[in-house]
Nanobody
Framework: VQLQASGGGLVQAGGSLRLSCAVS????????MGWFRQALGKERESVGG????????YYSDSVKGRFTISRDNAKNTVYLQMNSLKTEDTAVYYC?????????????WGQGTQVTVSS
């Protein structure tokens, strides 16, 4: 299975980015998906997740109200729309797949995409 995250880049504080994660090699619609991030020198943290149908999502408190996770099962892709970005959102963002629920465990991981938010 391959998870290919894309869409990262450099953006000013207050701006927006949309990350994509394209999945191949598995029945995408059977898996819950999650987004995680890891800032330099910090532990990886959960950003949020979405269930297999897209009908249920969760978000960490740090991004709630600013980030939105969605998925298109026809395109085998999950998205992370990030609005009102803050400098503390700077991190490498990873997507992951879970055969269970959004609570994990997560079985497959993408390679990560860098998001840098400047002040």
């Amino acid at each position: 299975v391959q998870l290919q995250a894309s869409g990262g880049g450099l953006v000013q504080a207050g701006g927006s980015l949309r990350l994509s994660c394209a999945v191949s090699g598995r029945t995408f619609s059977s898996y819950a998906m999650g987004w995680f991030r890891q800032a330099l020198g910090k532990e990886r943290e959960s950003v949020g997740g979405i269930n297999w149908s897209g009908g249920r999502t969760y978000y960490s408190d740090s991004v709630k109200g600013r980030f939105t996770i969605s998925r298109d099962n026809a395109k085998n892709t999950v998205y992370l729309q990030m609005n009102s970005l803050k400098t503390e959102d700077t991190a490498v963002y990873y997507c992951a797949m879970s055969r269970g629920s959004t609570s994990g465990p997560y079985d497959y991981w993408g390679q990560g995409t860098q998001v840098t938010v400047s002040s």
